[in-house]
């Protein structure tokens, strides 16, 4: 070990599309939500993480929508988070070794994004690995279950991932998260029913819809919670029809009858909607598995992977 090794910290960044997530000597150290605000006056960062400023006249910038959208900004909120937490004032600057977490569908250009950001934020070594791989360790069942389909089912996506024998063999993603079913509902209600909803009544709304009843009332209006679910019927239709897209690439594998049998796996903070999970589920068709944790899993695995980085050294990148 060279003396500048003393100086270096690994750090875990999981840049979601909602929360960026910070691991550092095994402890999760930032987790805050994936924003900044600009002041317009001055074009300078005002506030990031949940100190963004969400009064006008800032601008909110949120830079990862399932890949980095905004280089700049991801750097600034990145470079932040971890100056911020670890406090850095040592005399000799601490350089850092960093793995991140990407989804399996980026492209060559968005990993050197990640990569890039890395280094601008003061990474000497970078390492990545694809999101679920990180989550199948993380729920401790890539190499214990090895054939299974892993459903991340996030704010901002829905990505498939077809694993056998502990290795990814068939991904599929589509940009429908649980944003994206809130939205859907806010324009409906508001273009049918004259109402705005918050964010929160929204989020509210779509865990709870099941347990509804028949009507929904909300400030003195009364709307069909049959009229709900059909706003969100086609919504489900468009993923189900990738999940089965997913799987027919690997139809001929050799274990797919295993695949099969075990299951969905379900991670990503969506899986805490149990009617949606089993809505996915190719309507209860497939057996499905609900992570106990997550919103973690992915954090839990890079954990995992930097105490043991030799071990999973076939499913990092550089």
Same mark, same amino acid.
């Given at each position: 070990?060279?003396?500048?090794?003393?100086?270096?910290?690994?750090?875990?960044?999981?840049?979601?599309?909602?929360?960026?997530?910070?691991?550092?000597?095994?402890?999760?150290?930032?987790?805050?939500?994936?924003?900044?605000?600009?002041?317009?006056?001055?074009?300078?960062?005002?506030?990031?993480?949940?100190?963004?400023?969400?009064?006008?006249?800032?601008?909110?910038?949120?830079?990862?929508?399932?890949?980095?959208?905004?280089?700049?900004?991801?750097?600034?909120?990145?470079?932040?988070?971890?100056?911020?937490?670890?406090?850095?004032?040592?005399?000799?600057?601490?350089?850092?070794?960093?793995?991140?977490?990407?989804?399996?569908? /980026?492209?060559?250009?968005?990993?050197?994004?990640?990569?890039?950001?890395?280094?601008?934020?003061? /990474?000497?070594?970078?390492?990545?690995?694809?999101?679920?791989?990180?989550?199948?360790?993380?729920?401790?069942?890539?190499?214990?279950?090895?054939?299974?389909?892993?459903?991340?089912?996030? /704010?901002?996506?829905?990505?498939?991932?077809?694993?056998?024998?502990?290795?990814?063999?068939?991904?599929?993603?589509?940009?429908?998260?649980?944003?994206?079913?809130?939205?859907?509902?806010?324009?409906?209600?508001?273009?049918?029913?004259?109402?705005?909803? /918050?964010?929160?009544?929204?989020?509210?709304?779509?865990?709870?819809?099941?347990?509804?009843?028949?009507?929904?009332?909300?400030?003195?209006?009364?709307?069909?919670?049959?009229?709900?679910?059909?706003?969100?019927?086609?919504?489900?239709?468009?993923?189900?029809?990738?999940?089965?897209?997913?799987?027919?690439?690997?139809?001929?594998?050799?274990?797919?009858?295993?695949?099969?049998?075990?299951?969905?796996?379900?991670?990503?903070?969506?899986?805490?909607?149990?009617?949606?999970?089993?809505?996915?589920?190719?309507?209860?068709?497939?057996?499905?598995?609900?992570?106990?944790?997550?919103?973690?899993?992915?954090?839990?695995?890079?954990?995992?992977?930097?105490?043991?980085?030799?071990?999973?050294?076939?499913?990092?990148?550089?």
């Amino acid at each position: 070990m060279g003396l500048l090794d003393f100086f270096t910290k690994t750090i875990g960044v999981d840049p979601g599309s909602q929360n960026l997530r910070l691991i550092h000597n095994n402890e999760l150290i930032f987790n805050e939500t994936a924003e900044l605000s600009i002041d317009p006056t001055t074009n300078q960062i005002s506030g990031f993480g949940n100190q963004t400023i969400h009064t006008e006249p800032y601008k909110i910038i949120k830079p990862v929508n399932t890949v980095i959208a905004d280089f700049h900004g991801f750097e600034h909120l990145l470079r932040g988070s971890i100056l911020k937490v670890l406090n850095e004032r040592s005399w000799l600057p601490s350089s850092h070794r960093m793995y991140f977490s990407l989804p399996m569908s /980026a492209t060559e250009v968005e990993k050197r994004a990640y990569r890039d950001s890395g280094e601008h934020a003061g /990474a000497k070594e970078v390492y990545m690995i694809h999101q679920p791989c990180s989550s199948a360790i993380g729920m401790g069942i890539l190499f214990e279950k090895k054939d299974f389909v892993l459903v991340d089912f996030s /704010a901002s996506k829905v990505e498939i991932t077809v694993f056998a024998n502990s290795l990814p063999i068939a991904e599929g993603a589509i940009r429908i998260g649980t944003w994206k079913l809130q939205h859907a509902l806010r324009n409906y209600i508001f273009r049918t029913h004259h109402l705005s909803l /918050a964010n929160e009544q929204l989020e509210t709304l779509l865990f709870d819809l099941p347990k509804l009843g028949t009507e929904y009332q909300i400030e003195h209006k009364t709307i069909k919670t049959d009229e709900l679910r059909q706003v969100l019927n086609p919504y489900f239709t468009i993923i189900e029809d990738q999940i089965l897209e997913t799987l027919e690439q690997v139809g001929n594998h050799q274990r797919i009858n295993q695949i099969i049998l075990n299951g969905f796996q379900f991670t990503g903070g969506g899986a805490y909607v149990n009617w949606l999970t089993q809505k996915i589920a190719l309507n209860g068709k497939m057996n499905t598995t609900v992570s106990s944790n997550p919103l973690l899993d992915n954090i839990n695995g890079l954990k995992k992977v930097i105490l043991n980085p030799e071990h999973f050294r076939d499913y990092l990148m550089t």
